[in-house]
């Protein structure tokens, strides 16, 4: 069975400082992506970063960058210069591709960004 | 990226009644997902509605209370049925787009009284 644990409810940040949001996550999938996604209060699911598992470079899409290490099935997420924008909820979010195709989040991590 | 218009974004229903909520995808996708979100939860998956085939339901979920139709590549409904308060949420509907890249629709926000 898959799961995904998030273990932070709510960070906190500093605008324009960094911030590092935890996943864990456990699959049998020999073949699997990894999300994170950005819901702000107007509740639109928004996709942040994607990674692949068969890949050992870690995913960057401007601002934001993973850490990915999959033998300890660990996939962080590190927003750096912060902005106001940035407040939301985050998931983290795992999905295989060997035919079950279950996306499958974690439990969310509030993020907020203070002036 | 795969632009989905989902619809009603909300709705405020009597108990025991249905809704039908619908969802648009702007290209041919042959994964599409509907999911619920209890208010300051995470997303639970109520089924995957494949095309050409019947939906297939997560442990909790049942076709009597919660049926799919999918009737071609770009669109598909979730009706909740015989509604009472407990099924107050949020449904969301995803599509699963290039890359295994799953994209969304804004929701939609479910009061029953």
């Known amino acids: 069975a898959q799961t995904v644990t998030q273990s932070q409810p709510e960070m906190s940040v500093q605008e324009a400082e960094t911030v590092t949001l935890s996943c864990t996550y456990d699959?049998?999938?020999?073949?699997?992506?990894l999300f994170w996604y950005k819901q702000p209060p107007s509740r639109q699911m928004i996709l942040v970063i994607r990674q692949e598992a068969y890949k050992q470079q870690n995913a960057t899409e401007n601002r934001f960058s993973v850490n990915f290490q999959k033998a300890a099935k660990s996939f962080s997420l590190k927003i750096s210069d912060s902005q106001l924008g940035d407040a939301a909820m985050y998931f983290c979010?795992?999905?295989?591709?060997?035919?079950?195709?279950?996306?499958?989040f974690g439990t969310g991590t509030r993020l907020k960004v203070l002036a | 990226s795969a632009v989905i218009s989902q619809k009603p974004s909300r709705d405020i229903c009597q108990r025991g009644t249905s809704l039908t909520i619908q969802c648009q995808v702007d290209?041919?996708?042959?994964?599409m997902f509907w999911y619920r979100q209890q208010p300051g939860q995470s997303l639970t998956l109520i089924a995957t509605a494949n095309q050409g085939s019947e939906a297939t339901y997560e442990s909790g979920f049942v076709i009597d209370k919660f049926p799919i139709s999918r009737p071609n590549l770009t669109f598909s409904t979730l009706t909740v049925s015989n509604m009472s308060p407990e099924d107050s949420s949020i449904y969301l509907c995803s599509a699963q787009g290039a890359g295994e890249k799953l994209f969304f629709g804004s929701g939609t926000q479910l009061s029953v009284l």
């Open positions: 979010a795992s999905g295989g591709t060997s035919g079950t195709y279950k996306y499958i």
């Open positions: 699959t049998s999938e020999s073949d699997y992506y």
């Open positions: 290209s041919q996708v042959t994964m």
